[in-house]
């Protein structure tokens, strides 16, 4: 083999790899390093070492938005994966224009932009300008405080975050149905296997993966959300909806505590790795 064919797919790579280093590797390093130091207004004073982390961690704020953090995305993804598996099998049963309708209807949230599409839910929750209280009114009811009652304003953001993901697991789903041979399926209905048989142990083991794929991303997209939360009730009324990237945003962003910053998304990136891994063992999952 000549020498410039055992070099020329790194070449191939080289822009690819770069990207990745500028856009991943580079800033998650330099989070590293910021999270070591006290470091306002991107002045690196003094070195800590991990007394950022401490700090941190003995935060009970921060603890608790780590936990409503968890608590708002588990449920929403649970809801999502559910309603993705049940969509798929609805539009599995399609076929043609009725099938790219009910698709494209569903796909939308994920392809809007999160803020117009958490802006027009924030309008219609909206107490005085709402369509919601409006319809409430001209049925004869009473305006209702949606996004100032705390309990009410965490489901709001469950529901909003939920409405956004439903699209992407039921795509990514429908495709693995689609992938299923049907001579198989056939096979089973000669066989007599009866619908939830059908689902249980033929289709929902040859979806495994799309399901974990799925999981996995939107795990990490409401983990990470910041858009959704900060533009619908922007962590409030109080904390009730204050979930970790909205401190971590306001620490880097309002109050310049780049060090204190950097530390809690170190954290939530080593939480969102685990949960990851995690994913995978607990799945089997083989490529």
Not at 31 to 43: D, E, Q
Not at 251 to 273: D, H
């Amino acid at each position: 083999m000549k020498k410039q064919e055992r070099y020329f797919p790194y070449l191939l790579l080289t822009p690819s790899i770069l990207v990745i280093l500028l856009v991943l590797i580079v800033p998650l390093g330099y989070s590293v390093y910021c999270s070591l130091y006290k470091c306002n207004y991107m002045k690196f004073t003094k070195y800590v070492g991990l007394d950022n982390f401490i700090r941190v961690l003995k935060n009970k704020e921060y603890l608790a938005a780590f936990g409503r953090t968890f608590y708002i995305s588990v449920i929403s993804l649970v809801i999502a994966m559910v309603l993705g598996v049940v969509f798929a099998l609805w539009i599995h049963k399609y076929r043609g224009v009725t099938a790219y309708a009910i698709q494209l209807l569903v796909l939308i949230p994920w392809v809007t932009s999160q803020v117009v599409g958490t802006l027009l839910w924030k309008w219609i929750f909206s107490e005085d300008l709402g369509l919601l209280n409006y319809i409430l009114q001209l049925l004869g009811g009473s305006r209702i405080k949606l996004l100032s009652n705390p309990k009410i304003a965490v489901w709001l953001l469950i529901f909003v975050m939920t409405w956004r993901i439903i699209g992407y697991a039921m795509v990514n789903i429908l495709a693995g149905l689609k992938s299923i041979s049907l001579s198989i399926e056939e096979a089973a209905r000669v066989d007599g296997v009866s619908r939830w048989q059908m689902f249980c142990y033929i289709r929902l083991p040859m979806i495994k993966t799309q399901m974990l794929i799925s999981a996995i991303i939107l795990t990490l997209s409401n983990l990470n959300n910041l858009t959704v939360p900060l533009s619908l009730t922007g962590g409030g009324p109080g904390t009730a909806t204050s979930v970790i990237t909205i401190p971590i945003y306001r620490l880097g962003f309002e109050s310049y505590q780049f060090g204190t910053s950097s530390a809690l998304s170190i954290l939530l990136f080593a939480v969102t790795l685990i949960l990851s891994i995690g994913y995978v063992k607990v799945a089997k999952y083989e490529i």
